[in-house]
């Protein structure tokens, strides 16, 4: 026997393997439930998203409005949300938002600890990570040593910079964290490079002159 027909003899055999198995699990009804399974997990992921995205519209109402009780109807559908798919980092964020927009910091630091999380964290694009990294920096500061302190803050700015390096805001909030650490040299740089990504900051260049940049 040639190697050819070996080798045809030997796909047919499992050609037929196959079939024989597939027509074994189609009796004991396997199919229809992997079928089903699969269609419900789409149903699940539906229902998470739609509670995420009327959480985001209940906290953009919220920070329009200035109505709180919207803000905790974010928090609840965030939580729903999370509950279906604790793996998304999106619920966990407007969860993070909604809480810090409520005054809940250690709360809004937690929720974003989990967000950045190695787990969750692999479904944020580098941008959005950027971001979820430059609010719990913005937090921490605002929190002072409840929230890590100025250290923690850089760690995560300097992060969210690698990220992106267009991110201003990021930049501008390295450079007002180095200026309170004292280091007059690194906040003048991130300051320096705030301005060139965003030359109308005002906070950016008035800091470039108060520390004396040429």
């Keep these: 026997m040639t190697t050819s027909m070996m080798v045809s003899d030997l796909l047919m055999q499992a050609a037929f393997l196959s079939t024989m198995i597939f027509m074994f699990l189609?009796?004991?009804d396997i199919p229809q439930k992997l079928f089903n399974k699969f269609r419900y997990r789409d149903k699940w992921i539906y229902a998470a998203k739609r509670h995420f995205v009327t959480g985001a519209e209940l906290l953009?109402?919220?920070?329009?409005?200035?109505?709180r009780k919207l803000a905790q109807s974010a928090v609840e559908h965030a939580d729903k949300s999370i509950a279906i798919n604790p793996k998304d980092a999106a619920p966990h964020i407007l969860k993070a938002l909604a809480l810090d927009l409520l005054g809940f910091t250690t709360s809004a630091l937690e929720a974003l600890d989990t967000a950045l999380s190695p787990l969750a964290a692999k479904s944020l694009t580098d941008d959005e990570k950027s971001d979820a990294l430059f609010k719990r920096a913005e937090i921490r500061v605002k929190a002072g040593k409840g929230g890590g302190g100025v250290d923690a803050a850089v760690a995560d700015l300097v992060e969210s910079v690698r990220l992106k390096g267009d991110n201003a805001a990021a930049m501008r909030l390295l450079g007002e964290c180095y200026e309170k650490k004292g280091m007059k040299e690194e906040a003048l740089k991130a300051y320096m490079g705030s301005v060139k990504i965003e030359p109308q900051s005002t906070v950016a260049q008035a800091a470039l002159v108060r520390l004396g940049s040429s």
């Design 26 to 28: 189609w009796m004991l």
């Design 60 to 67: 953009a109402k919220s920070r329009s409005t200035g109505d």
